[in-house]
């Protein structure tokens, strides 16, 4: 039996994977903050499934967590087959207006955890010659997003660095992919505060099990890429082809003001 390592699996799109997962057989390592969600989501697997459902509670913008969660793998002497760096946050409003600290811990989490777990991992799946590895970007990785500029370009890095990541590995039997979600009905618009307004406007939200779908289907394929949801947000992501980028960044910058 294979064993998946997913952050952020205490709900959204994490805790998704974990339930697709768990009904493949597969073992579980879930990881995030909120102790209480993690322990209910694993006692349920356990029994629903007959898997092994680890829990490693952990705040990822901790300095040394990825360590920790290293660390706890190691000492309970599993093997990751699956990394999901699915573990994220974003923060709506004008930069010069925010929480600074708050923007730091959106690179923290989208960026240098990710980071961290793909290099603690990646080495030990290119020993075996197998494993995979799936990093969770959006389709705002694609083109600057005004009122979201920090985690957008969190997901540009995401976006850039799995793909290159994609092609380093493929001759080593490991898999990198990287997934591009459209606006999908989750906590995240909460967690970023978006305007009710704005998020009301999001009419076309795709479902978490929806992204989990797509994502799966395109690992199986091998690809390095996929854009998760209908036409539009394939359209959304090509736009930056065909659209000078300040006037696309301008049109963006009127649709997301509150
Ligand atoms: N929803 C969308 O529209 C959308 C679109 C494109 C991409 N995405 C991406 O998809 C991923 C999953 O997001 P989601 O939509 O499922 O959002 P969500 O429902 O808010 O879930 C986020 C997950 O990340 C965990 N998390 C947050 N801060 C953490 C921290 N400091 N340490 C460890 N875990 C932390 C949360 O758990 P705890 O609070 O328990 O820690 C939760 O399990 C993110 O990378 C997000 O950027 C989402």
Partial sequence: MSTALITGASGGIGKAFAQELAARKTNLVLVARSSEKLHQLATQLQ????????????????????????DAIKAKGLTIDLLINNAGFGDYGDFAKGDGERQLKIIQLNILA??????????????????SIINLSSITGFQPMPYLSVYAASKAFVLSFS??????????????????PGPTETSFFTEAKFPQ???????????PEEVVRDALQALEKGDS?????????KLIVNLHRF????????VIAKKFKS
């Fill in 114 to 131: 990710l980071v961290d777990l793909t290099h603690k991992f990646l080495p030990l799946m290119r020993q075996r010659r197998t494993g």
């Fill in 163 to 180: 793909e290159a990541l994609w092609a380093e590995n493929r001759d080593y039997g490991v898999r990198v992919m990287v997934v591009c």
């Fill in 197 to 207: 307004t704005l998020a009301e406007k999001n009419n076309k939200l795709s479902t």
């Fill in 47 to 70: 029994e629903q499934y007959k898997i092994q459902v680890e829990v490693i509670v952990k705040d990822l913008t901790e300095p040394k967590a990825t360590d920790g969660v290293f």
């Fill in 243 to 250: 659209l000078p980028r300040e006037s696309l960044v301008s």
């Fill in 225 to 233: 890429t996929v854009v998760s949801g209908g036409l539009g947000n």
